[in-house]
């Protein structure tokens, strides 16, 4: 899995509007697909696609945002069987994906300027991540203030994440009262989960069915290697609470001392970093998370690139409807652009199948499957159009996926 590098692009993340709804299906001529593909590349920001001015709805290439994808009609994407005349079909909703992220802090004495673009600017990175449609929830373990007045090593999380005076926000927002050293951030993670003080234990403000996704900021190295780390977290009870070494359910970002414009991992260390931080850079490695600077002076692209990087990879998660559990077959996607008519996208067979399926779809398990998840370049388009919405056509026969 690739690890997201700091060269993405910030632009501010758009609604997503997930309503994954059931709606009657007869015998009416089918939706035309989405047409244009493309999209950011989620590496590099790189840009594809047919031209579009995003500002004129009467411009006859649609809505689109940076050559993502247009909304025009296409051949593309028929799903619906012609055989079956008719189906029934109920309404209900689906749950939005759901992100539980932990932020862990180094504030030894060399953090100070660290820790205040951290406060400055984490309200701004939980707003992009609900902004996305996600079900978020956010923990902070670092040495706490007492008052927004008090100065120091300390960090007060200011409203509306935070709660007035540095107090907690339950249950969107816990801040777990801990001291956090150069070298220690992964053992605390592990030690303060599941521990005896109340004060410190975090497990309890975690959700069963939440992905995962860890911060940590720090100039230093990890006492604790990623190899290490990963296996005992793993292990934590319940059990699946973080998935499995085949089917991690955590990404892990890294601010540590990379030097920006080199590769992960290099040896060289950016100017005021005492350690590049490398085990924490395995990590993200081994979970598709980014590595960017804790040398920069200013944060907010270095927040938004990770509110980025997890919404294009949880954003476009969706459960499958209980109605769908009869048979799953009977399920085709459609999206619903601002101002446009229903495009029914394409369903693959897997995530290998997407680079030659424009605007498509596929299950997390063909036959029980749990999510509907939607290719990554559909993903991105559909996030760059604000109001789209997501349906499910569940009962129609459908044709095979590709």
């Known amino acids: 899995m690739r690890t997201l590098r700091s060269s993405l692009r910030s632009p501010t993340l758009p609604i997503l509007s997930l309503l994954l709804a059931l709606a009657a299906c007869g015998g009416e001529t089918p939706s035309p697909g989405l047409?244009?593909?493309?999209?950011?590349?989620?590496?590099?920001?790189?840009?594809?696609?047919?031209?579009?001015?995003?500002?004129?709805?009467?411009?006859?290439?649609?809505?689109?945002?940076?050559?993502?994808?247009?909304?025009?009609?296409?051949?593309?994407?028929?799903?619906?069987?012609?055989?079956?005349?008719?189906?029934?079909?109920?309404?209900?909703?689906?749950e939005k994906a759901k992100v539980d992220i932990v932020f862990i802090i180094d504030n030894s004495g060399s953090m100070g300027a660290e820790m205040t673009q951290v406060k400055t600017n984490v309200n701004a990175f939980a707003q992009s991540i609900g902004r996305t449609g996600l079900d978020y929830r956010v923990i902070m373990i670092v040495a706490k203030a007492s008052s927004p007045a008090q100065t120091g090593l300390v960090l007060c999380v200011p409203p509306p994440l935070g709660g007035p005076n540095c107090t907690d926000n339950l249950p969107t927002f816990r801040h777990v009262n801990q001291s956090v050293a150069s070298t220690n951030a992964l053992s605390l993670l592990l030690s303060t989960y599941d521990s005896t003080n109340a004060a410190l234990s975090w497990r309890g403000n975690l959700r069963q069915d939440s992905y995962k996704v860890f911060v940590v900021v720090t100039d230093d190295q990890s006492s604790v290697t990623a190899q290490a780390f990963d296996t005992q977290l793993l292990a934590k009870q319940p059990a699946g609470m973080f998935g499995t070494a085949a089917s991690r359910r955590y990404i892990f970002h890294t601010i540590a001392g990379w030097?920006?414009?080199?590769p992960v991992l290099s040896a060289t260390k950016c100017s005021s970093a005492v350690n590049t931080g490398s085990r924490y850079q395995e990590l993200s490695q081994l979970t598709g998370g980014i590595v960017d600077s804790v040398c920069k002076t200013d944060y907010s692209g270095v927040l938004a690139n990770i509110a980025q990087g997890t919404a294009q990879r949880l954003a476009c998660e969706l459960s499958v409807p209980t109605q769908a559990n009869a048979d799953p077959t009977k399920v085709a996607v459609q999206v619903t652009p601002p101002g446009a008519a229903a495009r029914t996208l394409t369903r693959v067979l897997d995530a290998s199948r997407c680079a030659a399926?424009?605007?498509?779809?596929?299950?997390?398990?063909?036959?029980?499957?749990?999510?509907?998840?939607?290719?990554s370049d559909t993903c991105t388009a559909v996030n760059a159009l604000q109001g789209t919405t997501i349906e499910a056509l569940v009962g129609c026969a459908t044709n095979p996926p590709r």
């Open 357 to 375: 399926n424009p605007d498509s779809w596929y299950y997390d398990d063909n036959t029980s499957p749990t999510k509907i998840l939607l290719c």
């Open 35 to 94: 047409a244009g593909g493309g999209g950011r590349d989620a590496a590099g920001g790189g840009e594809a696609g047919g031209p579009g001015d995003p500002n004129d709805p009467n411009d006859p290439n649609g809505p689109s945002l940076d050559g993502g994808i247009v909304a025009t009609p296409s051949d593309a994407g028929d799903e619906f069987d012609a055989a079956e005349p008719t189906c029934a079909a109920t309404v209900a909703q689906v």
């Open 259 to 262: 030097q920006d414009g080199t």
